[in-house]
Nanobody, 114 residues
Framework: QVQLVESGGGLVQAGGSLLLSCAASRSIFSVNNMGWYRQAPGKQRELVAGFTRGYSTNYADSVKGRFTISRDNAKNMVYLQMNSLKPEDTAVYYC????????WGQGTQVTVSS
């Protein structure tokens, strides 16, 4: 049973933008805070943006001011708007609960060229 489906990744030049989308099963979305994570080659997976209590958000220092997480409750969707992308943002991006506690989806590859 597929529970998380990420999309929207791609190849973009430094300074560009991408909008990532995550479709979550209603059973997950309705009772959990959601977050976006990423894993670069050779590095551990990290939380880059997440909802905390209510609609509060937190961001990794490396993406503050550039990335914005949002949600559409009616559609069980979570989004990550990524602006001013840098080569170091290159990674596979995943959504999950925050903190994560369910199986990972396939992720979506983001590649930022210099």
């Amino acid at each position: 049973q597929v529970q998380l489906v990420e999309s929207g990744g791609g190849l973009v030049q430094a300074g560009g933008s991408l909008l990532l989308s995550c479709a979550a099963s209603r059973s997950i979305f309705s009772v959990n805070n959601m977050g976006w994570y990423r894993q670069a080659p050779g590095k551990q997976r990290e939380l880059v943006a997440g909802f905390t209590r209510g609609y509060s958000t937190n961001y990794a220092d490396s993406v503050k001011g550039r990335f914005t997480i949002s949600r559409d409750n009616a559609k069980n969707m979570v989004y990550l708007q990524m602006n001013s992308l840098k080569p170091e943002d290159t990674a596979v991006y995943y959504c999950n609960t925050n903190p994560y506690r369910i199986g990972w989806g396939q992720g979506t590859q983001v590649t930022v060229s210099s």
